[in-house]
């Protein structure tokens, strides 16, 4: 069994760590605040930008998850979380003259396509907007770290506790844009976490894949099925004046391809948004 640490252990990281400790391997969970992570895991409290704390890694390190997100939307934040903190653990890893393999969780934000191109590990990213940019760096450093590394880049994440989408239907404020299909990526929570345990296991995973579900979904459709499901009034369609977050959705417009990671012998728990929703609609009402 092997020892895991998992630095920036949040939603997606905690979940992870529960599952690997299940699996008998022994997990440290790093964060600024590792109050709230559960027994299974054993607790780091660090800050990933101060490397004056980044001094009691855990040893023989087979495997290190980088999942930390921003805590600010602007650039210092992203930069700090993404660039900056990584850029800390690689070199305090170093220090310790530990090699382990460095799974970074990326975003489908590195790819600015945005009419409703395919897109795969080999499409071009120029991203054109800081989040993107800052996300691409990270990963640049990571590859040219010298470490072996594999980089997962995750699209919308779903699941238990994580249900906006669902609030602002039953609200009635859920919003699309009318004309042709926009489409949006997800991937459920357990999905993260499967498809991170299963690239862990693999003797040789490839430097990046993609890690999202089967189907990219046209935020029309997703919406009118969930609305359905939950007899909800019928989402609208934005007007001309667009809010930041009904233009960040018109921008938001490609579709993700899984075939590398489906290939590469992960089976999703959830392989669309039916089957996602299907099941957190049920815990809901439970
Ligand atoms: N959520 C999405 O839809 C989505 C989409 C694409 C990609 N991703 C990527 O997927 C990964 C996991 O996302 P998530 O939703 O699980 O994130 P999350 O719940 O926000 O967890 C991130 C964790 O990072 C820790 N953190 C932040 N700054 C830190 C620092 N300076 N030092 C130490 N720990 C720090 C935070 O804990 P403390 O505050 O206690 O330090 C937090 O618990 C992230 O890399 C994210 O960028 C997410």
Redo the contacts with the bound molecule.
Sequence with gaps: MANVLI?????????LGIHLATLGHQVWG?????G?LPPSMEPLA?????PE?LTAIPPNLHTVF??????QSDESGYR???IE?LGNLLEALKAQEQRPRVI??????VYAQQDGEWVDETSVTTPEYFSGRC?LEGEQCLQSSGFPSTIV??????GPG?TRMIQTVQEGSAMYQDGQPRYTNH?H?DD?VGGLAHLMAMDQPDSIYL?VDHEPADRKELLNWLAKRLNAPAPQVAGSLLSSSASRQARNNKRCKNAKLINSGYMFRYPTFREGYTSLLAANSA
Excluded: E
């Design positions: 630095a920036g252990c949040g939603y997606v990281g905690t979940g790093l964060r600024r605040d590792p709230s660090a800050d990933l930008t101060n704390t980088y999942t930390a997100s921003p805590d700090a979380a993404y903190g970074y969780t990326s975003s489908t934000a996300l880049r995750l699209s919308g994440i779903y994580r991937i929570r993260c890690g």
